[in-house]
């Protein structure tokens, strides 16, 4: 996410390392190269040059505390104002009706019919709602047939009216069916087109008018960059919608849609997309983003996102388990289930502080545990309950059911081990022993 600008900005603010101040030559030569980071991201020029001007100012009117260095000082300057620029603080969504009514908006392949239903499956699963999803899309049959296959998916009813060409009608009747059938919220897929046009607006204005929506998304891939936010200030000359949604944010993004949509329509980014799975939706965080930009990580989020996996009650099993020795493969496969859950890998380790940087250039895929997970399903239920039966001639067998070598059997077995000792001595608190432990473990391959 945001890889390239994240370099160049790092870059950039290097400039100023080894200067005991902050003055205007220094300041000049730094705000260059974050404005040339900015404009190789594709946001505006004006926008990139207004963000420059307003960071000199504040760097030149401050004087730098005797704990940091200017360059630290330019970082939080730097990072407030992508903050403000992004939007400041959070904002939520519009659920105050009944039914809240959710219209959905965008061109044609920015992923919104498959926003419609992360939306849908987030309002159910992390707000408790009863989600009705709306097809509206009365050019393309694969619209409505893909939003069934959506809804079935995530366990979400899909209301659609095949035979009807009239966008209008069949939202009135989405809405009518919601409140006879106790949904409280009616999430509506309209149609999309290759590129604005007056057609597609007036459709769009029509449902607007008729339905009176609590929430009007606005749908933009952010691959697109400088051409999302052109589309979206279309989009809001005629709907004034309520907030953007950015979808694809774990492709090769470049930045410029996130950092200057804000500044271009005046309306919040919501929520954001950041992978095909159902659950890759996030509350779009204007603070946590510019952390991520700027190689900060994003350890809040990556918390949130452990505690919604975390379960009380498995965690309490595997407690007694470690106290007794009785840790087996099974319960580590249950460990890598939930770190799954949790998102792609690449998208984890991006929210580590420093992790981006160190990992540049490895391609992190996002089912990395499927050897593992081939190695352990290869081994028979006694074996994952007790690895120290695993000998010679089991490890042979196991190495040909899964596709792998003996030498990666081997090796993740003695990680087994490893991690297994290290949970008891955390259970039991052990705080010299555990030290010990990490010193040996640090001369280990």
């Known amino acids: 996410m945001f890889d390239n600008l994240s370099e160049k900005l790092d870059k950039a603010l290097h400039v100023l390392k080894g200067h005991g101040q902050i003055t205007e030559i ?3 030569e730094t705000l260059k190269e974050v404005r040339r980071a900015l404009l190789d991201a594709d946001v505006n020029f004006k926008i990139a040059k207004e963000f420059t001007n307003t960071v000199k100012e504040k760097a030149l009117g401050q004087d730098v505390l005797t704990s940091l260095q200017p360059g630290q000082l330019m970082v939080k300057l730097v990072k407030d104002e992508l903050t403000q620029l992004m939007g400041g603080d959070v904002e939520g969504i519009n ?60 366990g979400v009813e899909v209301f659609s009216d095949r035979g009807n060409t009239d966008p209008v009608a069949i939202a009135k009747a989405g809405i009518a069916h919601a409140k006879a059938n106790g949904f409280n919220v009616v999430i509506i897929d309209t149609a999309g087109r290759l590129a604005v046009d007056e057609q597609m607006m007036n459709e769009i204005a029509n449902i607007h008018k008729a339905i009176e929506p609590q929430e009007t998304l606005f749908v933009v891939d952010s691959m697109t960059g400088q051409d999302a936010v052109n589309t979206a200030k279309a989009f809001n000359d005629v709907l004034n919608f309520d907030g953007v949604i ?61 505690q919604e996996q975390f379960d009380e009650e498995e965690a309490r099993k595997i407690q007694k388990k470690i106290a007794k020795n009785k840790f087996g ?32 250039g490895l391609d992190i895929e996002d089912d990395a545990f499927k050897h593992i997970e081939a190695i352990i399903y290869s081994m028979t239920p006694d ?3 007790t690895p120290t039966k695993l000998n010679a001639s089991r490890k042979k067998r196991i190495a040909k059911g899964s596709g792998r070598t003996i030498q990666e059997i081997n090796q993740l077995l003695k990680q087994f081990d490893q991690m297994s000792k290290m949970m008891k001595m955390m259970q039991g608190g052990g705080g010299k022993k555990m030290m010990q432990m ?3 473990m640090k001369g280990m391959k």
Do not use: W
């Open 383 to 385: 074996e994952r309950a």
């Open 26 to 28: 220094n300041v000049a």
């Open 438 to 440: 990490m010193g040996a």
């Open 95 to 154: 659920l105050s009706g009944a039914p809240s009514i959710i219209l959905m908006s965008g061109l044609q392949g920015s992923g919104k019919t498959t926003f419609s239903g992360k939306l849908a499956n987030f309002l159910q699963t992390k707000k408790s709602k009863k989600a009705l999803l709306v097809a509206c899309d009365v050019y393309r049959p694969a619209a409505i047939d893909q939003l069934h296959v959506v809804g079935e998916q995530i």
């Open 246 to 306: 950015l979808t694809k944010l774990d492709g090769d993004t470049r930045g410029g849609a996130a950092i200057s949509i804000k500044s271009v329509v005046n309306k919040p980014i919501k929520f954001i997309g950041t992978g095909e799975k159902m659950d890759a939706i996030d509350v779009f965080y204007p603070s946590r983003m510019a952390d991520r930009i700027l190689g900060m990580g994003d350890v809040v989020s990556l918390v949130e996102r452990a």
């Open 329 to 360: 493969f099974d319960d580590f496969l249950s460990q890598i289930q939930q770190i799954k859950k949790m998102g792609s890998l690449k998208d984890l380790m991006g929210m580590i502080p420093g992790a981006g940087k160190a990992l540049k």
